[in-house]
């Protein structure tokens, strides 16, 4: 009876991990998935992480099953990084924190949430998204529509496009917004332009749904990292924030996150706590416990947390270096003029060149480096040793 089921497309992202292993050529580079790799291109533990683990086995901390929302200590750290801890949603306890599998699990969460009490409410997404936006929708069968968000023509934000957009849309709609470092464009609101964002939505009662991927990782700052998702709260709205601890922490594989529902009243707040635990019942039964652990070793300990903040500093400073290094590349060989300054506005683990699939294609195939078809490169999958290279590469496949 299987006989009859088809073979699943590869993900567009993972996938090209899976196409890199499998070539054997010295010179190749995966700059497909977005995972922190050192200089030397090595997968990353943060001290900090092994400290708080070594703490964990020290003090012979147990494998119990977690309360259906997750490890308390963690849901509480979390939302007062996100927030702030003396922030009113937090005093005034109208956050609904439920410990996710990860940004992913907890997007999902989320959508299972809007799909139950939202009936045929739209999600809004920005054009271009993280591929997996799309799918979590999908799957969730929740309807979704697209913002104008990324301009090929100025490399740059369509912001009036966005705000048409979001203006267009049905009233009482969700708009997803990357909270920071836009994944795949690295183009981010400035903050002049995130109050007309939050007009909007007020003036539309839409419910604003930030995704932070990135909270740390991308300014190397946690605070100004969260100040998008701040001035919406300020402003009293309701809002839903999922949280992701794979790259500001490097727990990729222990999938740890969150989803906080920000509502008018701690009672409010209750009841959707109550929800969404009878959501995850069915789907999974409880979060793992580790990366929580983890990250309330790290965030709730003062000396572990200023070590982690150093730490990130030193992650984001990498991936900065790198891309002064390959706009410098490539604005010393390449002879055509174009101007290639959009490499270090953009911000985040991404450059995306503007790479067609064609010209995508050709990185790979003659060049050996290993990107997502849209023309997204990690740059934490590269070193200040292969900036030339990679500078080769681009040039003559943009010329190709
Ligand atoms: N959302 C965005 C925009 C991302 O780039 C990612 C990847 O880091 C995620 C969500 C979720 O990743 P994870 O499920 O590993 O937390
Ligand atoms: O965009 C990226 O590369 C990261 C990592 O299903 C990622 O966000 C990619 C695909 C996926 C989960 C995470």
């Given at each position: 009876r299987f006989e009859g089921v088809t073979m699943a497309p590869p993900d567009p992202i993972l996938g090209v991990s899976e196409a890199f292993k499998a070539d054997n050529d010295e010179k190749k580079l995966n700059l497909g998935v977005g995972a922190y790799r050192t200089e030397e291109l090595q997968p990353y533990v943060l001290d900090v992480v092994k400290k708080a683990e070594n703490l964990m086995v020290e003090r012979g901390e147990n494998k119990e099953y977690l309360p259906i929302e997750g490890l308390a200590a963690f849901n509480k750290v979390t939302a007062e990084l996100l927030f702030g801890a003396s922030n009113p949603v937090i005093k005034e306890q109208r956050v609904a924190t439920v410990q996710g599998l990860s940004g992913t699990g907890s997007l999902r969460l989320a959508a299972a949430l809007i799909e139950r009490y939202f009936p045929g409410a739209k999600v809004l997404i920005s054009?271009?998204?993280?591929?997996n936006h799309k799918n979590i929708f999908n799957d969730a069968r929740v309807p979704w529509s697209e913002y104008r968000y990324y301009d090929p023509k100025t490399v740059g934000l369509d912001f009036d496009g966005m705000i048409a957009d979001i203006k267009a849309a049905p009233e009482g709609s969700f708009v997803l917004l990357h909270?920071?470092?836009?994944?795949?464009?690295g183009i981010d609101p400035t903050p002049e332009q995130w109050e007309k964002i939050a007009d909007v939505i007020q003036e539309k009662n839409h419910i604003p749904f930030f995704d932070v991927a990135y909270q740390g990782f991308a300014s190397g700052s946690l605070d100004a990292d969260a100040g998008s998702v701040r001035l919406f709260a300020a402003r009293g709205m309701e809002l839903l924030v999922a949280q992701s601890y794979s790259k500001n922490l490097g727990l990729y594989a222990e999938r740890i996150g969150a989803i906080n529902v920000v509502c008018t009243s701690a009672d409010a707040a209750a009841r959707v706590k109550s929800q969404l635990k009878r959501l995850a019942r069915p789907m999974y039964s409880n979060p793992p416990i580790h990366g929580a652990k983890i990250v309330a070793n790290v965030v709730g300990d003062p000396n572990l947390f200023n070590e982690w903040k150093a730490e990130m500093e030193m992650m984001a400073g990498r991936i900065k270096n790198v891309r002064k290094k390959l706009f410098d590349s490539l604005s010393a060989k390449d002879?055509?003029?174009?101007?290639?300054?959009f490499i270090l506005k953009q911000i985040g683990?991404?450059?995306?060149?503007?790479?067609?699939k064609a010209q995508s294609d050709n990185m790979t195939n003659k060049w050996h480096v290993y990107m997502t078809k849209d023309g997204r490169i990690s740059?934490?999958?590269?070193?200040l040793a292969k900036c030339e290279y990679l500078a080769d590469a681009i040039i003559d496949s943009f010329h190709n």
């Amino acid at each position: 009876r299987f006989e009859g089921v088809t073979m699943a497309p590869p993900d567009p992202i993972l996938g090209v991990s899976e196409a890199f292993k499998a070539d054997n050529d010295e010179k190749k580079l995966n700059l497909g998935v977005g995972a922190y790799r050192t200089e030397e291109l090595q997968p990353y533990v943060l001290d900090v992480v092994k400290k708080a683990e070594n703490l964990m086995v020290e003090r012979g901390e147990n494998k119990e099953y977690l309360p259906i929302e997750g490890l308390a200590a963690f849901n509480k750290v979390t939302a007062e990084l996100l927030f702030g801890a003396s922030n009113p949603v937090i005093k005034e306890q109208r956050v609904a924190t439920v410990q996710g599998l990860s940004g992913t699990g907890s997007l999902r969460l989320a959508a299972a949430l809007i799909e139950r009490y939202f009936p045929g409410a739209k999600v809004l997404i920005s054009s271009p998204t993280w591929g997996n936006h799309k799918n979590i929708f999908n799957d969730a069968r929740v309807p979704w529509s697209e913002y104008r968000y990324y301009d090929p023509k100025t490399v740059g934000l369509d912001f009036d496009g966005m705000i048409a957009d979001i203006k267009a849309a049905p009233e009482g709609s969700f708009v997803l917004l990357h909270g920071c470092a836009h994944n795949p464009a690295g183009i981010d609101p400035t903050p002049e332009q995130w109050e007309k964002i939050a007009d909007v939505i007020q003036e539309k009662n839409h419910i604003p749904f930030f995704d932070v991927a990135y909270q740390g990782f991308a300014s190397g700052s946690l605070d100004a990292d969260a100040g998008s998702v701040r001035l919406f709260a300020a402003r009293g709205m309701e809002l839903l924030v999922a949280q992701s601890y794979s790259k500001n922490l490097g727990l990729y594989a222990e999938r740890i996150g969150a989803i906080n529902v920000v509502c008018t009243s701690a009672d409010a707040a209750a009841r959707v706590k109550s929800q969404l635990k009878r959501l995850a019942r069915p789907m999974y039964s409880n979060p793992p416990i580790h990366g929580a652990k983890i990250v309330a070793n790290v965030v709730g300990d003062p000396n572990l947390f200023n070590e982690w903040k150093a730490e990130m500093e030193m992650m984001a400073g990498r991936i900065k270096n790198v891309r002064k290094k390959l706009f410098d590349s490539l604005s010393a060989k390449d002879k055509s003029g174009k101007d290639w300054s959009f490499i270090l506005k953009q911000i985040g683990m991404f450059s995306f060149t503007g790479l067609n699939k064609a010209q995508s294609d050709n990185m790979t195939n003659k060049w050996h480096v290993y990107m997502t078809k849209d023309g997204r490169i990690s740059l934490a999958g590269l070193s200040l040793a292969k900036c030339e290279y990679l500078a080769d590469a681009i040039i003559d496949s943009f010329h190709n």
